[in-house]
């Protein structure tokens, strides 16, 4: 190990190897991805975000959010539910019964396509549902983990890395009021008793009511949070959109590599 | 090498390692203090809503970067340059060059920490800075790096030594991972999570192999020049050197985030591996030191480079915990990787650097620090204020992920539990801050004095009457 150049060319090597492995290689992967088809619909996934959410987005850059939040929601698995639908016309006492010894519920995809065959070949019909699983699915944060598909079109993409709050890639559709999202932006703990959020005031004025008439877009306070008797809280611009983005987030739509059974009816289209 | 030969070497590098080294402690003096600020979020966060600059978001981030920017960095390039010199045994030559790239590099920093503080942030961990502050600090260090390496390549002694083997690398590392990930996701931005792949392979290259090889290249010179004997040995050296780079540089991507799966896997898999540069790393440590002829530990360089390098085993150790899937699940998005980071930056590289810049910097200016005193009462406060920062976040952290990983604790609860964990990491931040205050005061006493000393040689040149030869008849 006499030559110092030996000894740059092999470090070289490495390092070039791991540039090969994260950066150029993700690249090839999926530096073309392009929207795919959300199952079980013509309609294909990710949609820009409008105009005010994606300035939002920058307003959520700008603020430093991802400092406390992530936007990864994580899964375990799925599970899978097997619901008869129609018993047939042939035996409908013998699929009823067979169905009562079945298990039906919190089945492996294998388990569920042996019971539904059962159910099939005694003359009944049968669908099965799936669901994600996981301590974050249970929170409610989202309906199935997040995948690369969900950030294609934004910039930065703001995944984070520790959960001093709550994950947000679903909050738009677990939070959609919007009136709730400003009021927990001005005063946390007007909205979540026990918050640890800081409060963003400045992304508020506080004004004199016009003739004692409440703005259009005046905060609606709960009892005990309101401003003094004839002012209001209006938001600013860079609070419109900020909250705009955080509506825009809902990752609900199932896909190829995320697959899970839609009960209600859940939309790809914008927030309103 | 003669004495006089050395004392050429030190003093060749006296201007550039003054402007390193005082930026180097303003910035962290001034990162410690936003690190507190943004700590005290959690206390009173109502406190926090009416400006924008005094949030968590804005403040945490630019903590961050004034530690590993402002403060790391400078100070590990100039440890670097020094050592490059005495291990050539050849003066620093063109000092205007590296002074200019110094105060360059300071500047960029200004700008980029402005630049979050405005909102310009890229939003990228480690990699916050706006266009503006990341081109001076690309342009400074290509300077310096450039410099430390004409110096090698003129040594004297044309032998390499292990911390050339360390420094090299990071030198050249450097320019490497900050261009790609500069260009590719903050000047023209790949698409979708491909950012946030090349973030977090930019982030642990910077944040842990570059520290790792400038503060182990540094450790590699003054643990066997502390205790009186060679490294042990040579071949420990150099396996643990390949085996550093090659499973150090690959990882980063975590567990169960929204990418292609081989990716979080590569990362576990080369983390895990980590063991075995450690295991390395610490038999040298252990070998040479233990045993040798070292001065007693009382707080000087030699103790806190000791120090230092148990941080820097403790933190690997970390790290290859987090990459077991068992403790990795239950540690993931908590205060444990929070954790990690301040003791591989503070506890393991930022001591490191103190040890040796006490060491170097009375040789390279001529005259001891006014404090030195107080060097001692510096090292306690930086020991516990990084091992109740580390400690308390560690244990914090893994008591977080048992509530987060509970789907009957309500989220709020989690939260909860942190507080007492951060009522210490907090008073840990203050340990650090008065740690810091102290280095900084002997730092800057000593530029004063060096300052002055000039501006009387100089008040001394014009006042004294001519030579007789050079007055005209």
Known sequence: ?272 | MTVNDTKQIDASCRVPLLVLFGGAAAWLVAGSVMALLASLTFHMPDKFGDCSWVTYGHLQPAADDALLYGFCIPAGLGVALWIFARLGQVPLRGAIVPVVAAHLWHLGVLVGLVGIFIGDSTGFQWLEFPRGGSALLFFAYLLLGLWAMMNFSGRRDSGMFPSHWFLITALFLFPWIYSTANILIVGWPVRGVVQAIIAWWFGNNLVFLWTSLVGLGAAFYFLPKFSGRPLRSYYYALFAFWTLIIFGSMRGVPVGAPVPAWLPVLSSLNSLMLVIPVVAIAIIGWKTVVGGTGPECKGGSFCMIKFGFVAFILSALLVIAQACPQIGRLTQFTWFGAAQTQLQLYGFFAITMFGAIYYILPRAVGFEFRYPKLIRVQHWCAMIGIILFVASLVIGGVMQGLKLQDPNVAFNDSTKAMLPFLRASTTGLLFLLLANLLFALNIFTMIIAWKWSVAKAVFAFVVSPLAKSEVKA
């Not at chain 1, 079980?40 to 959010?65: F, H, K, M, T, W």
């Not at chain 1, 306070?221 to 401003?227: D, L, T, V």
């Open chain 1, 1 to 272: 190990m006499k030559n110092g150049f030996v000894i740059f060319l092999a470090a070289f090597g490495v390092v070039l190897t791991s540039w090969c492995a994260f950066v150029l290689g993700p690249q090839l992967q999926l530096g073309g991805a392009k929207q795919v088809p959300v199952l079980n619909s013509s309609d294909v996934y990710p949609l820009n975000r409008p105009g005010e959410a994606a300035q939002g987005l920058q307003i959520y850059r700008a603020n430093g959010c991802a400092a406390c939040h992530t936007e990864q929601v994580q899964q375990d698995g799925v599970a899978c539910e097997v619901v008869l639908t129609s018993a047939g016309k042939r035996n409908p006492a013998g699929v009823s019964n067979l169905v009562s010894t079945l298990k039906l519920t919190g089945l492996t995809e294998l388990e569920a396509e042996a019971a539904s065959d059962k159910i099939t070949a005694a003359g009944g019909k049968a669908e099965t549902h799936i669901s994600a699983t996981g301590v974050d699915i249970s929170r409610g944060w989202g309906l199935r983990h997040s995948v690369a598909e969900d950030f294609l079109y934004d910039y930065p993409v703001q995944l984070g890395s520790v959960r001093v709050g709550p994950d947000l890639a679903d909050v738009g559709r677990r939070l959609p009021d919007a009136n709730w999202q400003m009021l927990h932006l001005y005063a946390p703990r007007s909205t979540v008793t026990g918050s640890a959020m800081p409060p963003f005031r400045y992304l508020f004025e506080t004004k004199k009511k016009v003739n004692g008439e409440s703005s259009p877009d005046a905060l609606n306070f709960p009892k005990g949070f309101e401003p003094a008797a004839g002012y209001e809280v209006v938001p600013t611009s860079d609070a419109k959109k900020l909250v705009a983005y955080l509506l825009s987030l809902h990752a609900d739509v199932p896909l190829y590599d995320a697959p899970f059974t839609q009960l209600s009816a859940s939309t790809n289209a914008p927030a309103k």
